[in-house]
Structure formats: C-alpha cells, structure tokens
C-alpha cells in the first residue's frame, strides 16, 4: 500500500508484472483537449528543432482535431534539433580549436564536457519538470544552452571554450527532457512512441548535420567558432514559438517554496559529483597523470567516496524523504524498468561509439577532410533515423517492446565483430555496410524506452520514468566517450610508441599525433612512417570496437529476458 504521502506526489512502489499500476483512462480530461490545432503543430515544430540542435531526437488523437495536433508536435519536434546537432557537432572542430586554442591535454573535454554536464544535471531537472511549469522550464533551458553556445564561440582559451559546453550541456539536456515531457503529457501512450520516434528522428539529423557542419565550418573562413554560434540565429528564428506559442503544464499547484521541499537537493548534489568526478578521472587517466600516481588514485578514491556515500544517502534518505529521492530507487523493484535502463545504456554506448569512431578513422586512413569522413557517416546515420521511425510506428501497433531489442543485439553483435576486424586497408564498402547492420541494431530500439516506461509507471511519476531512461541513454553515451577515448589516447600512445621504437620522436609528438592534429608524424616526407602510424591508429581503433559486441550481447540479454507481454496502449494522455 503506497502511504498518503507517496500517493499525493504520485510515486510509490511499482509491482513486478503490473502493466497499468494505474488506470489512466480514469482522466477525464487530455491537457491537449481545448488547444487549437494550430498551437500543437507549431508546438512540435519548436520540440522538432531543438532536438535537432541537442544531437546525439499517431493514431488515436483526443477530441481535438489531428491537424493541429501534428502542427504543434512538429514544432516540439524541431526545437529537438538543436541538441543533437551540438552533441556532435564537436566530433569535427577538435583539430581546428587545438590549432586556434592549444592546451592538447584538454582536448577531450571538448568532446566530453557537453554530455558529461547533461548526465549530472538529468536526475534533477526530471524532478523539476514533475513539479514546476514545463514552459518556463524549457523556456530556461533553451537560454542557458545558447548561452554556453555563445561563450563556445568566443572562447579566448580552451578552459572558457570548456565552460561553454558544459553550460551548453546543462541546458541541452533540459531541453531533451522537457521535449519528452511534452510528449508523454500531450499525447496519448499510443501515440507517444511515434513522437518519441520524431524526437530520435531530429536527434538523429542534428547528429548527421553535426560533423557536417563543424567540418564545413573549420576549413572555411568563418573558422570552428561559427560552428557554436550557428545556434544562436537558429533558436531566434524560433523564439516567437517558444515564447508565445508553447502551452503551460504543471501536476502540482503547490507554493513556490513547497516545491524546492520537494527536490532532494543533497542528492542531487552527490548524483552529480558522482558522474563528474568519474569523467574528470577516466578522461585525464593516463595523459594527464599516469594511473598509477597518486592523483589517480586519489580521485578514484573520491569518487568511490562519492558513490558510497551517495547510495547511502538515497537507500536511508539522509536529509531527505523516501519519496522526494532524487533517485527513483522504487523503479529498481521492477525488472522491465531495469532491463529498459540496461539496454538503453547498451545502445547509447554501441551508437555513440560508431558515430565518433567512424569518421575518425576514415581520417586517419585515408586522409579525408573533416567533412569528407562525416559524408562517411551517412549510412548509419540515415539508417539509424529510418529504423528509428520503424521502430516508433511498430511498437503502438504490435504492442511488443521485447523483440526490438532482440533483433537489435543481435545486429549490433554481428556489426561490432565485423568491425573488429578492421584494419587500416579494409574498403570503405565494407565499412558502409558494416555501418548499417549497427545501424538497424541501434535504431530500432533506440527511443522504445521512453514509451514503455511511461506506461508501466503512475501518472505522477511520468516525469521521473523519463529522467531515469534519460540517464541511462545521456550517461552512456557520457560514459562510454569517455572511455573510448581514454582508450584512444593510451592504447593509441602505446602502440604508436612500440611501433617507433626505433625513431627518435618525443612523447609530444605521438600524442598530438592521436589528437588529428599536424605532427611530425604524419607530416613526415618518409611514407614508411606514414603507414606505420595509420596501421597503429587503426589497430587502435578497431580495438575499441570490442566495446560494441560487449553492448550488443548486453541488449540481446536484456531483450530475451524482458517479459513476452503486450502493452495495451489505448489510453489518453496524462
């Protein structure tokens, strides 16, 4: 039995097996039934754009006409462009700001502080959205992220250049929230999987324009910067959208300071440290410090401190109630919401992986440009967006969730293996169709989480569903760049220096080697060295396409162990 307490916020237990822990047909009335259809189409373009933005996004309509109701899905749609553009976009700037700003040691922050800030912030601003006004909050949410887009631009120094992509990353993953928030208050749960779908669509193509355009823009005139600032004239063409057009939605009609009681703010707080300090030490691990030293151990040491402390601190609700946690620790009593984290996290990271990696080694083995090795990209990335929308349009009529993560591990398994033979002479074909068998595999269960979750948990509690599944897809993507890129960096330093032994070239010079950027390594009038730096990056490489078969085994687990069940999906918004 869930206590007075827990039922008045909306959270509570959630029972193994309960498909519906509550009716939500017993709402009488949809927040979209009185808007006009014209509001709800603009409001899904604004949705569609900053998902585009944010990068790496039908059928049973209540009694308001489909019409307006697609236009203004399609504007929250569209306003998704915006962060899945900026997740990417710095994947093809990084030689550019080294040569501008310098600092190589702090080149994988650029990279990293973007998704890093978004994970510690995701849990919290979830909470938010469940308490306050969504409008404002996405609102806020759009401004800070232009905000850092702007000081990225400007960036006198690496260090600056890194505070923006972590403000940007803050207010990025509000915005992603608060697009999934509108969904999953606005549509129906049969309809919310094909929104869903639009948002990874948008996600998908900021993700493709990304590289792209951060490409184009360091090898023209108007340098790397504009790739930051084309954010800025973009979200003004649609702040009429934002401003007037977006509708409010709030569950609690509480004070102002009887919702800050509600957010467990010491948790929040632990939450974050955990995730940055575990990035700050897998990123500088090994470059900046070797493991072994003692700065390592001693921020390993942190943060296992940190982690501790924070688990105790949510398990005995230490300065908090069980039922503000910031951490959703009922959903843990039920197996489908865990599956649904652990093969999220899987497909983020095997996604993730692939999209940097990809166009990385085209660089290095065949000497493209950085927009020529994100035109590489374009089979996993329009079969990824494809196979998201399959999957969106699928999952509300067959009602299965099960099978697409099934499928997808087992293509994501047989895509990694095939990319783990790679070397530096294998065809760019060959790597094509490589490409799209990660693509199937990741696409199609991509955005399935958010509907499924939402619809095994109560209606106040929509709000955390989405933030948890959120931390499970930002995190691991978060994470697993990190990690791959700890990977590049250490692995790619010790094979490249094996592979030299015999020369004379300084430690400076294999690292700025790895970093893209001119060395006297691949500057070298000799073609033998050369070839042995390229067949060593490439070694590299593929090695970290290991991490892919690892995902892949994990979603084809997850997915045979989640329950052969239906959902029924016939429901109205909540």
């Given at each position: 039995m869930?206590?007075k307490?827990?039922?008045s916020i909306?959270l509570g ?6 498909e519906?822990p509550?009716d939500?047909?017993?709402i ?17 373009m ?6 585009l ?10 009694p ?18 915006m ?6 976009i710095?994947a ?7 040569e501008?700003?310098?600092?190589i ?5 650029v990279?990293?502080?973007?998704p ?10 979830g ?6 006004d969504v409008?404002p ?8 992220f232009?905000?850092?887009s702007?000081?990225?631009g400007a960036?006198p ?10 403000i940007?990353?803050i207010?990025g ?20 999987p094909?929104y869903?779908?639009l948002?990874?669509l948008?996600w ?24 930051f600032?084309i ?13 007037f ?5 709030q ?9 800050l009681r509600?957010?467990?703010?010491v948790?929040?707080?632990?939450n974050g440290g ?12 090994g470059s900046?410090?070797q ?14 401190t940190?982690l501790?402390v924070?688990v105790?601190q949510q398990?005995?609700s ?5 039922e503000?946690?910031?951490f959703?620790?009922h959903?843990?009593?039920s197996?489908v919401?865990?599956?649904l984290?652990?093969?999220?996290a899987?497909v ?7 999209l940097y990696?990809?166009?990385l ?5 065949r000497g493209?440009?950085a ?6 990209l374009?089979?996993?990335i329009?079969?990824?967006i ?14 299965l ?5 099934i ?7 047989v895509?990694g ?7 530096a ?10 490409e ?6 990741t696409?199609?269960?991509?955005q ?5 979750a939402a ?5 106040g ?32 330093f ?18 700025s ?5 001119a060395?006297?390594?691949f500057?070298s ?9 390229v067949?060593s990056v ?9 991490a892919?078969i690892a ?17 029924d999906?016939?429901v109205v918004?909540?």
């Open positions: 869930l206590s307490v827990e039922e909306g237990s959630v029972e193994e097996g309960s519906q509550v939500d047909n017993a009488t009335k949809s927040p979209r039934q009185d808007m006009p259809t014209w509001r709800w189409v603009m409001t899904l604004g949705i569609c754009f900053g998902t933005l944010y990068g790496n996004l039908f059928s049973q309509s209540r308001s006409p489909l019409p307006s109701y697609l236009f203004i899905c399609l504007a929250e749609l569209t306003e998704n462009l962060p899945g553009l900026d997740t990417t710095a093809d700037v990084q030689a550019s700001v080294y501008t700003l310098g600092d040691e702090n080149l994988a922050w990279g990293v502080g973007f890093m800030a978004s994970v510690a912030v995701i849990l919290l601003q909470r938010a959205y469940g308490l306050f409008k909050l996405m609102l806020s949410s759009i401004v800070i232009e905000a850092g702007a000081l990225c960036a120094t690496s260090d600056a250049l890194i505070v923006g992509r972590v940007a990353g207010g993953s509000g915005m992603y929230l608060g697009a999934l928030t509108y969904i999953s208050v606005f549509s129906t749960k049969r309809e919310t094909v869903n779908a948002i990874g948008f998908g193509i900021g993700a493709i324009l990304g590289p792209v355009i951060g490409g184009a823009f360091s090898a023209s005139a108007a340098t790397w910067r504009w790739a600032y954010n800025l004239p973009l979200a003004a063409l649609f702040a009429p959208i934002y401003l057009i977006f509708p409010s939605f569950r609690k009609n509480l004070l102002l300071v009887e919702k509600e957010i467990d703010w948790g929040a707080v632990l955990v995730f940055v300090l575990f990035m700050i030490v897998v990123t500088f691990g900046t410090f493991w072994t030293s003692g700065s390592a151990i001693g921020l390993w040491v942190v943060w296992g940190c501790i924070f105790l398990y005995l230490i300065l908090t109630t069980p503000r946690r910031i959703p620790l959903f843990l009593k197996r919401l865990v599956l984290y652990v093969t999220t899987a983020a990271a095997a996604n993730s992986i692939a990696y990809v166009p080694f085209f660089q290095f083995t493209d440009t927009l020529q090795a994100a035109v590489r374009l089979p996993l329009v079969v990824f494809f196979c998201i929308m399959v999957g969106g349009a699928l999952l509300p009529i067959t009602g969730y099960g099978i697409f993560y499928i997808g591990g087992a293509l994501v398994i895509g293996a095939l990319m783990f033979t790679i070397d002479g294998t065809s760019a074909g060959k790597i094509y169709g490589y799209v068998l990660l693509a199937i595999g696409g199609l269960p991509f399935s989480a958010y509907a499924v619809s095994k948990v109560r209606v509690d929509r709000a955390n569903a989405i933030g948890f599944i959120n931390v499970a897809q930002i995190g691991s993507i978060a994470i697993s760049l990190a990690i791959a890129g700890s990977l590049f960096q250490n692995l790619g010790d094979l490249l220096k094996a592979a030299f032994a015999d020369y004379s070239f300084s430690d400076d010079s294999i690292r080697a790895l970093s893209g950027t060395s006297p390594i500057t009038a000799d073609p033998e060295v050369v070839a042995i730096a067949s490439a070694e590299t490489i593929r090695r970290i396409f290991g892919t995902a892949g085994a994990v979603l084809l687990i997850g997915g045979v162990l989640m329950p052969w069940e239906k959902l999906l016939e918004a909540g």
